[in-house]
């Protein structure tokens, strides 16, 4: 059986999140069932990250074995028909080895959330930004965010239900850029690692948020690291602002050769 490769854009605000579930929509069983338009039958497709309720995806890797030996265009094509009108689009198939896997051949994964910081209520980007209505200082988030780099016990940022074995992760980078937008700016936080906590992303932001506000200090994120205790993180902020920005692998399937 061929198996293919998927990159994934979708907005997750209809959705449960990635993960199939019986009696909600997700982004997973919507891919699913348009698969089973061109090929009857059960499909079980795998992803490279499952992002919860309301996250979207820019570039999530799935991977699905198929009967037929399809050419990567035309079944792009084909699944993006059967896919309206969901809010998920296939940006590109390509066919894979057998023993390819979306989510055990990853190397890293990339997150950008975004934080808008003015008064007046988002309209164009509502549903995919954080929205404050206060200023946040640029520097002490950057000098902030300089404590989370590295390789750490993260249980202080990780949800009480992560499911992981083990909190220590290693953090290779979270850069903060500012930009400038109407009576207000944007705050874009880039996150990178092999693999992340539950979690782990939203708690970073609403904690350094915190510090951008002025309510924290940047050696208090270095002091709530070392506690290693939930109870120390700062706010999770909510899932709209985050993204799954990419996934990468040692030879990625999307190169052009």
Not at 218 to 223: F, L
Not at 242 to 257: H, K, S
């Amino acid at each position: 059986m061929p198996r293919f490769a998927f990159q994934i854009e979708y907005h997750g605000a209809p959705f449960a999140g990635w993960q199939r579930q019986a009696d909600q929509p997700s982004v997973q069983g919507a891919i699913e069932a348009a698969l089973a338009k061109l090929e009857p039958g059960p499909h079980t497709i795998a992803a490279a990250g499952r992002t919860d309720a309301g996250v979207h995806g820019l570039a999530q890797v799935a991977h699905a074995d198929l009967q037929k030996d399809w050419d990567p265009f035309r079944l792009s094509e084909a699944l993006n028909f059967h896919l309206k009108p969901n809010p998920v689009s296939i940006l590109q198939v390509a066919q894979v080895s057998e023993d390819w896997h979306a989510r055990f051949s990853a190397v890293e994964r990339r997150y950008l959330f975004r934080l808008l910081s003015r008064r007046a209520p988002a309209t164009h980007d509502k549903g995919l930004v954080w929205q404050v209505g206060h200023t946040l200082d640029l520097a002490p988030m950057q000098e902030a965010a300089q404590h989370l780099l590295g390789r750490h016990d993260f249980t202080t940022f990780r949800s009480s239900i992560c499911q992981a074995d083990s909190p220590v992760r290693t953090l290779d980078a979270l850069e903060i850029t500012q930009h400038a937008v109407p009576h207000g700016d944007e705050f874009r936080f880039h996150v990178r690692a092999r693999s992340f906590l539950h979690n782990q992303v939203r708690s970073f932001v609403g904690t350094l948020e915190r510090v951008g506000a002025g309510s924290w200090e940047p050696g208090d994120v270095k002091a709530a690291l070392e506690a290693r205790d939930r109870a120390a993180c700062g706010p999770v902020c909510p899932p709209e602002g985050l993204y799954l920005a990419g996934v990468g692998y040692p030879d990625d399937p999307f190169t052009p050769r």
